[in-house]
Every structure is written in C-alpha cells, then in structure tokens.
C-alpha cells in the first residue's frame, strides 16, 4: 500500500518561498502522477498542481505564476515551492495520488502539513 | 475553471436518517465526479468516484448518482461515524477543482 509523507517548514515568512517534500514509500514514483492540495484553515480544498515521473506538470492558473513542482525518482520523492508568500497561502498542505492519469480522484493522501506565513 | 457548488453547506442531521448533499458544477463534466469524507485534523478519504462506483471498503450505506452538471452523495442510514466533512471533486478537466465542502452535524 503506498504511503504518502509530508515534509518541510511550519513557518514562512512573508515574501518567502514555501518549500514542501512528499516522500513517496510502499512503491515506486514512476509511471504515475502525484499532486500537491491545499486547505486554509476552516475552508475547502484547492487542488494546487500535479507533475508526472518524466518531470511534466501542471499547475492550478490562479497559482501558475509562483508554483513550481519538481520529481527526484532516485529518492522517490516529489516537491513544491510557492514563491512570494502570503498569509492567504497559509493552509495544511496535502500531498496525493490518484489513479493513474492526469485527470483522477485522489485515493491516496500525505497526513498533510500545516504551514503557516507569519513574520 | 470549472466550478463546483456543493449545498447545503451544513446540515444537521441524527443518527437513522437518510442524508442527500448535492454538487453542481457550472459546465457538464460527465460523470467524472469524486465524493470525499473528510473528519477534523485528519486527510480526506475518498467514498465515490466515476460518480456512482463505491471505493473498496467504503460502507454500502453511501451511494452516488448523478451526471452532466448535477451530482447527489447520499447515505441511506447516518451513522455516528459518518458525522464529517463532504466534499466533491471534479476530474473531468485537466485544471481540478473541489466544491466547497457540507459539514454534516448531529442534531
């Protein structure tokens, strides 16, 4: 059963860039596409983007412009930044895997990380 | 974008009742649709995807129905365990989106 774990800072500073690893275990990151959700506290979720093995992506259009996604298949791990933060990016932060292709539900989740954007 | 409008937002309910939450997305996306329980502090778990289809270990209490632009989750007997969090998902296009969540309460 493949496992999903969040891993990175619980506190980033304004204008900062968040930075965010999900490590991938009970199977292999390859052949599969693995995405990145977010919930501010209180709300409901934002599907923030997905990137494939190969390194291909694609990102939420209302993020497009500060999020960046990169795959390391030696470590089986994927990873997000967010550049120029703000408050409003403060949100548990979920790493998951769907089905298989782009376009999917997501059956498996990370436990997910709290990130918050304070000075 | 599509978008996608869950209703009610909360609904208070006992234990014994049938419950229906509704999903309209604001374009027809099929029946590609997901529906999630999520409880407090914990990641949501997929129920329903394809609109209809049960997740595996997922209880026959919960059932799907719906396509085009109008989608229902329903759970035929509310059990103590099944006070929580409902979302859906669209996955018809490539930009994912989520509806905004009905919080089922006891009554």
């Known amino acids: 059963q493949v496992q999903l774990q969040e891993s990175g800072p619980g506190l980033v500073k304004p204008s900062e860039t968040l930075s965010l690893t999900c490590t991938v275990s009970?199977?292999?990151?390859?052949?599969?596409?693995w995405s990145w959700i977010r919930q501010p506290p209180g709300k409901g979720l934002e599907w923030i983007g997905y990137?494939?093995?190969?390194?291909?992506?694609k990102y939420n259009p209302s993020l497009k412009s500060r999020v960046a996604m990169s795959v390391d298949t030696s470590k089986n791990l994927f990873s997000l930044k967010l550049s120029s933060v703000t408050a409003t990016d403060t949100a548990v932060y979920y790493c998951a895997r769907g089905q298989g292709v782009a376009t999917t539900p997501f059956q498996h989740w990370g436990h997910g990380t709290l990130v918050t954007v304070s000075s | 974008d599509i978008q996608m409008t869950q209703s009610p937002s909360t609904l208070s309910a006992s234990v014994g009742d049938r419950v229906t939450i509704t999903c309209r997305a604001s374009q027809s996306i099929s029946s590609w649709l997901a529906w999630y329980q999520q409880k407090p502090g914990k990641a949501p778990k997929l129920l329903i995807y394809q609109a209809s289809s049960l997740e595996t270990g997922v209880p026959s209490r919960f059932s799907g129905s719906g396509s085009g632009t109008e989608f229902t989750l329903t759970i035929s007997s509310l059990q103590p365990d099944d006070f929580a969090t409902y979302h859906c998902q669209q996955y018809d296009s490539y930009s994912l989106t989520f509806g905004g969540g009905t919080k089922v309460e006891i009554k």
């Open positions: 990137i494939y093995y190969s390194g291909s992506a």
């Open positions: 009970g199977g292999s990151i390859s052949s599969n596409y």
